[in-house]
């Protein structure tokens, strides 16, 4: 599903940090509370040291999600990753793949809209925000990584905002993501810098209360 319009100022769970155990209880509760875009991590131990979610997982979660009328993001951390879109493209209404990850990133966000996913773009904190912009006719939003992929719980880097606005410049009209590090104290800055898609795992599922942690965040996220 390709939804139109893009929705904007939003929070999306990354599932990563669920309690797996409870899994459909902690995603009911987080639908409950208004969120609408949730976040599968998907690491292949080549392009990033850590391995977690497969396509199993995604159409599990998707179920739920999408009768609530939900949209399930797909974060593909993976290297040569062509035949994990066609794998994920059936859950999945986004997906976005790594710039460093593969030569021909433009054939692979092609193959994206193909599947009639939103196509994404991420970006390793080292890459240049400058490298999307080629890219902009085939893309719908670009992923900036506030931390190096692999590991939910890393610190926010701080150059992370200057980062956005530069890419809010040169792409005025693209949805900006930011993944990693993003919480309550760090939200603001890329919110300001012109972000639209704010994705946190552990400030949403490591807080005491998972429901009251997003809705902060989502307050937090929606312009004044
Ligand atoms: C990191 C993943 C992130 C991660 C974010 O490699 O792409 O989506 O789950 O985790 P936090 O919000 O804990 O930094
Ligand atoms: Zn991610």
Redesign the pocket.
Known sequence: MNPEPIPRAEVLP?V??ADFLRLGDQVAGLLKAGARIF?V?VMDAHF?PNLTLGPGFAEALAAPVHAAGGLIDV?L?VERPGPMVDAFAGAADAISIHIEADPHPARLLEQIREHGCLAGLSLNPGTPVVAAAPLGAGLDYVNL?A?S??????SFRTETPGRVAELRTLMPDVVIQV????DIATLPGVRDAGADWF?????IFRAPDPCAAYDALRSAAVRA
Do not use: E, L, R
């Open positions: 990354s990563m940090s976040h991590d990033v974060h951390m990584m931390v992929p692999g590991y939910a719980g890393q993944d990693g590090g993003v994705v946190s795992a552990s400030a």
